[in-house]
């Protein structure tokens, strides 16, 4: 073979090929209907439960409040005296003579006020004698004898100091919830691990830095919780309490149903008193998962 040939031929094999395309592989998404389907099993595994066992303890409380001699009325006979508070809880003829939502919303507000300030001084106390081995010797003995006195024992005090209604609902609902704030607080600052106060003393922080960067956020699933137990106390300290004040509010509409026989409408309040201290829990519970990112207990 001469030396053309084999050039001709070297020629023909090198032919060049072209590098194939690459294929990215996108994933697929889940349709949006399937979403909303997984959403919607989700929703049915919580609620469906326990409205099985509300129709059936409903059921069983119509059966046996329908028999003859029955001392309280069967949810039928509730919802039809109390259908007119339920359809118009708006309305206000003036006086004490209201609908529903002007007695929540009163009790409410005195809520707000009396646990604001339980939050707020016992946050700041449970500080103190969680970092003060001095302060807890010397208040957390009186903060356990006061705690367990009782919230309605403190009303007659509160009203011969304050000599109005409202500022003495407010402190009940204060002295009530302040306790729990206090002592869990006290418990979380005293469980911050070692090593975070050794990195604050390495990093030189002063004291304003160590509260806000150091003890808050390490303590802040104690804290909540004791904010959440709180909360229910301040529910019930003002329902009691509002019964011997008097005045508009969730209480007192309660003690006068009782004092005219219209037990319907006794029910009815300690329906929504319920389902309200129900949502307050609820509440600080998700502001306590959002600010501890799911280490408080929910």
């Known amino acids: 073979m001469t030396m053309p040939a084999i050039k001709a031929e070297a020629t023909a094999v090198a032919i060049p090929t072209t590098a194939a395309p690459v294929v990215t592989m996108t994933p ?5 209907a399937g979403k909303y389907v997984k959403m ?21 409380w119509e059966l046996v409040c329908r028999r003859t001699g029955s001392t309280l009325p069967p949810p039928s006979k509730v919802f039809k005296d109390t259908k007119e508070l339920i359809l118009d809880p708006f309305f206000d003829n003036g006086g004490i003579d209201k609908g529903l939502f002007w007695h929540l919303s009163a009790s409410l507000q005195r809520v707000a006020y009396g646990y604001s300030i339980a939050a707020i001084v016992g946050v ?6 969680g970092q ?18 009782p919230p309605l ?4 005090l509160s009203l011969a100091a304050f000599r109005d209604g409202q500022p003495s609902a407010i402190f009940v609902i204060f002295i009530t919830s302040v306790w729990p704030i206090i002592i869990n607080t006290a418990v979380g600052i005293r469980n911050i ?27 802040a699933p104690y804290i909540f919780t004791g904010l959440r137990i709180g909360i229910g106390l301040s529910w019930l300290a003002i329902v009691a309490a509002e019964m011997l004040i008097g005045g508009v509010g969730i209480g007192f509409f309660i003690w006068d ?27 600080i519970a998700g502001l306590a998962k959002f600010v501890t990112r799911g280490t408080a207990l929910n």
Not at 267 to 276: E, H, K, P, S, T
């Open 153 to 156: 024992a403190w009303l007659p």
């Open 28 to 32: 697929k998404q889940a349709p949006r």
């Open 193 to 219: 691990p070692q090593d975070y106060r050794n990195v604050a003393a390495v990093v030189q922080l002063n004291p304003l830095e160590f509260f806000s960067k150091i003890m808050i956020p390490a303590a």
């Open 132 to 149: 003060s081995v001095w302060a807890m010797r010397g208040l957390d003995p009186l903060f356990q004898v006061l705690r367990t006195i």
């Open 257 to 283: 149903a009782w004092n005219s026989s219209h037990i319907s409408e006794i029910i009815l309040a300690l329906f929504y008193v319920g389902i309200i201290g129900f949502v307050l829990d609820r509440l």
């Open 40 to 60: 919607a099993k989700e929703a049915a595994v919580r609620l469906v439960p326990p409205l099985i066992v509300l129709a059936l303890l409903m059921l069983f």
């Open 124 to 129: 700041a106390l449970g500080t103190l004698v």
